[in-house]
């Protein structure tokens, strides 16, 4: 459990004043921070507002007796007290879950949503715990975390008249009571200007075969691709790592920089892959290739080993979250064919988006290009990041930061970062056989970078074809046939 939390000074008052200035009686939103298990602490780096919802409603209102909201109150001081013991929190958290899922894509390694925050009256809060804990959980789940092994999220709620700021653990059990918040101790320092950076560059080329399965349980293309990430996350999480080019132990302390590269060192396969369809008939193979730019920050008191499960983290969060991009971009052009009348849905009834093609009867090759990863400037030299597709432009980014991160997008684009040149690449083939496919290292180029994660099966190709070892016989039989011709004639 949390006993101690620090909040970003100069962060947090800029959030109090633009909350005392703007006058209204309730906000809610996300807190981005960490929890850190290493130092049994939590860290607050700002607090971000919900936006209003598609109906630009807001995602958190008082309201009075009557069903009506507090801005459409009349203000009466005759009525005031009986108007604040009968009004009640409403909040939309479905709303704030889905904030919390778009924010938590746009976070580096070392920064997450861990918890939500409230400015609301003493009174409304108490009467509002078993809601305010619903939707800690429900931000939880959508922002989860996959190397995470916390079980609370913080819940801060800033009161005012008088103005106070109070921290709360909230417990993620399931069953929610009035014990479900414990009080932690809160205080204000400097947190973002601590924070140590590390980068990686993570090269990969992996092929995983298409199993044929059996009864209703189709594989679609966007499945495979997510077990296939599922599969390397297993493999990233046991990998061995080099920080400014020395091995280094996950025991190890605290390093005094405050930027270094990192580079990991993967096991050999061990045909892993091969052995998990070796009783399964192989329709075709999943070619998945790219490079990751990752940045983690972590606190200057944090070990090294923090700083690597960070960076993997962050690592295994962007193919996801790439993942998702292209299967949300999908699902929304087949709702937009549902909406376009029966000629639309005629027209295109035979085309799917490549991320549900279904991989059973699939027989043709396929490419899906995954977006790229740009980096924009977010909090005393840190960054977050988001998503562009190769026809976009980096205009597209403005109304995300803007609106999911309320940060201002950067006059000049020069400050944002494009470290990955290409986008992935992402093949299937079913018409040709597993092997001419899984061997074929030429048919694209390889990654250029200082971290390499190419992963041979052990297998290495014959240089020689049938008709090659046929003349090869040849000649060794004719070899023997003259060698022992001339033993006969020059013997007595």
């Not at 959508?142 to 709620?157: F, K, T, V």
Request: contains cysteine.
């Amino acid at each position: 459990m949390v006993k101690a939390v620090i909040g970003d000074e100069n962060q947090l008052k800029l959030a109090e004043d633009r909350l005392s200035r703007s006058a209204i009686p309730s906000q809610i939103g996300l807190v981005i921070g960490k929890l850190s298990s290493k130092l049994d602490r939590g860290f607050v780096y700002d607090l971000v507002p919900t936006p209003p919802n598609d109906a630009g409603e807001p995602p958190c209102s008082v309201i009075d007796g009557g069903g009506e909201s507090n801005k459409n109150k009349k203000k009466s001081s005759s009525k005031a007290k009986s108007q604040s013991e009968s009004s009640y929190l409403l909040i939309d958290k479905d709303w704030v879950s889905e904030h919390a899922r778009q924010v938590s894509r746009m976070l580096l390694g070392g920064m997450n949503v861990v918890g939500i925050y409230i400015w609301v009256n003493e009174s409304l809060f108490k009467s509002s715990t078993i809601t305010l804990c619903q939707t800690v959980i429900g931000v939880s789940e959508a922002a989860s975390s996959m190397m995470d092994g916390w079980n609370e999220r913080l819940l801060i709620h800033i009161s005012y008249s008088p103005l106070r700021w109070t921290c709360r653990n909230c417990s993620l059990a399931s069953n929610i009571t009035s014990s479900s918040l414990h009080p932690c101790d809160f205080k204000m320092g400097k947190v973002l200007g601590s924070l140590q950076t590390f980068r990686c560059t993570y090269n990969f080329d992996v092929r995983f075969p298409i199993p044929r399965e059996d009864g209703l349980n189709i594989k679609r293309f966007s499945d495979v691709i997510r077990d296939e990430i599922m599969v390397h996350t297993k493999e990233l999480t046991g990998a061995k790592a080099l920080i400014d080019g020395k091995l280094v132990a996950e025991d190890d302390a605290s390093l005094s920089d405050d930027f270094h590269e990192v580079e990991f060192l993967l096991p050999f396969l061990q045909d892993k892959y091969l052995e998990a369809c070796s009783h399964k008939e192989v329709l075709g193979v999943l070619l998945f290739r790219g490079s990751v730019c990752s940045l983690a920050y972590v606190n200057s008191k944090e070990p090294v080993s923090q700083a690597l499960i960070d960076i993997k983290e962050d690592i295994i969060r962007s193919l996801q979250s790439r993942l998702e991009f292209i299967c949300d971009e999908a699902d929304r052009n087949l709702e937009s064919i549902s909406d376009g009348g029966p000629e639309t849905n005629q027209s295109t009834s035979s085309e799917k988006p490549v991320p549900h093609f279904d991989l059973q009867v699939q027989r043709k090759q396929c490419n899906l290009s995954f977006p790229r990863r740009v980096f924009v400037p977010w909090l005393e030299g840190t960054y977050i990041c988001d998503y562009i597709q190769s026809t976009e432009s980096l205009e597209v980014l403005k109304d995300h930061c803007v609106e999911l991160m309320s940060v201002e997008f950067p006059t000049d684009t020069s400050e944002i970062l494009e470290p990955e040149s290409e986008a992935f690449t992402i093949m299937t083939s079913t018409a040709k056989t597993f092997w001419s496919v899984a061997t074929d290292y030429s048919s694209a180029g390889k990654p250029n970078s200082s971290v390499s994660t190419k992963r041979k099966s052990g297998i290495e190709n014959s240089t020689f074809s049938a008709a090659d070892v046929r003349i090869v016989i040849l000649i060794l039989v004719s070899s023997i046939i003259i060698g022992l011709a001339m033993f006969f004639i020059g013997s007595p």
